[in-house]
C-alpha cells in the first residue's frame, strides 16, 4: 500500500512539472519571450513605419513626390570660359648691355639694342620695361651722359612699320599709345604726333601731317589735319584739313578729307578727294 501511494506521488508530480513546462513553452513563443533558446523561432524585429503624413495648412493631407528612380546628373556642364585677352605665343626678349627683373613692380628692364617679339610684332629700342602683371610693353629711347638721345624705336607688324619717339603697347588686347611717331605708305609719309592703335588695321591719330617730301622733320609742304582715322595701305578719314608750304598755312582748308593711299609711283602733293568711303 506504501509502494502505491509513492507511485501515484511520483505520477502526479511529473504531470505537473509537464503542465508547467508546457505552459512556460507556450507563454514564451505567444509573446515573443525568450527566444535566445529557441533560435529556430523568427521573431520580426522591423517596426512599422510611424511616419504620419503630413498636412498643409488648410488640413489637406500632401501627397509624397513621386520620383522617376533616375539618380539625376549633379554634374554641370563645364562653365569655364576662357580667360579674355590670353596670351597667344611666349614674349621673347632680349638685350645687348643688361636685363634687370624688377619683382616688386613686375617689370622686366631691357638696356640697349633690346627686342621684344611677340606673335607678328617686333619691338626694337635703346630701353624696353616689361610690364608682366599688365602685359605692357614701354619702348623708348636711349639718353647717353650727354643728354643725346639714340636708338629710336622701331614697331614692327608684319608688313607696317612705325617708328616713334615711344610707344605702350599692350600684347594681350594688341592695343598701343604711339608718340612722335612717322611712316611710310608706298609715296606718302605721314607723321602723328600721337597715335593710338586701336587694332591691327585702325589708328587714330591727333596732330598729324601728310606729305610726299622725304624730310619729315621740316618738309616744304604737307596737309595737316587735327584728327584722322588711319587704316594702313587703304585710307585716312580726316577732319580739319589744312593745307602749310614753308610752315606757313594757306587759304587751303576742308572741313573734311578722305585720302586714299595710292599703291605706285607718283609725283607731288596727293589732294584730298571726296567721294564714298569704302
Not at 554641370?76 to 621673347?92: G, H, Q, R, S, Y
Not at 609742304?221 to 593745307?243: D, E, L
Not at 578722305?258 to 567721294?275: D, E, H, K, N, Q
Request: glycine residues 6%; aromatic residues 12%; charged residues 30%.
Amino acid at each position: 500500500m506504501l509502494q502505491y501511494k509513492r507511485q501515484l506521488t511520483f505520477i502526479i508530480s511529473l504531470l505537473v512539472v509537464s503542465c508547467c513546462f508546457w505552459y512556460s513553452e507556450s507563454f514564451a513563443f505567444k509573446t515573443g519571450g525568450f527566444n535566445y533558446t529557441y533560435p529556430w523561432v523568427a521573431r520580426d524585429t522591423i517596426k512599422k513605419d510611424t511616419i504620419e503624413p503630413k498636412n498643409d495648412r488648410r488640413g489637406r493631407r500632401i501627397k509624397p513626390k513621386k520620383t522617376s528612380g533616375k539618380a539625376k546628373d549633379s554634374l554641370k556642364n563645364d562653365t569655364i570660359k576662357k580667360p579674355k585677352n590670353t596670351l597667344e605665343d611666349i614674349v621673347k626678349y632680349k638685350a645687348k648691355d643688361s636685363i634687370v627683373f624688377n619683382r616688386i613692380k613686375n617689370e622686366i628692364i631691357l638696356y640697349n639694342e633690346t627686342n621684344v617679339q611677340y606673335t607678328d610684332i617686333d619691338i626694337t629700342a635703346g630701353v624696353d620695361v616689361i610690364n608682366y602683371e599688365k602685359g605692357e610693353v614701354y619702348a623708348g629711347r636711349l639718353k647717353d651722359s650727354l643728354g643725346e638721345y639714340s636708338q629710336h624705336p622701331v614697331f614692327k607688324q608684319g608688313s607696317d612699320v612705325i617708328e616713334p619717339d615711344s610707344i605702350r603697347f599692350n600684347y594681350r588686347n594688341q592695343k598701343a599709345i604711339i608718340r612722335n611717331a612717322y611712316t611710310k605708305q608706298d609715296e606718302n609719309n605721314i607723321k602723328g604726333e600721337i597715335i593710338k592703335k586701336e587694332n591691327d588695321s585702325t589708328y587714330f591719330m591727333r596732330n598729324a601731317i601728310i606729305t610726299t617730301a622725304e624730310d619729315l622733320d621740316d618738309p616744304d609742304y604737307y596737309i595737316k589735319v587735327r584728327k584722322a582715322k588711319f587704316v594702313p595701305k587703304k585710307k585716312i578719314i580726316a577732319g580739319f584739313s589744312n593745307m602749310y608750304i614753308v610752315d606757313i598755312p594757306t587759304p587751303l582748308a576742308i572741313p573734311f578729307a578722305y585720302y586714299p593711299m595710292v599703291s605706285g609711283r607718283s609725283s607731288g602733293l596727293i589732294f584730298p578727294t571726296f567721294g564714298e568711303v569704302n
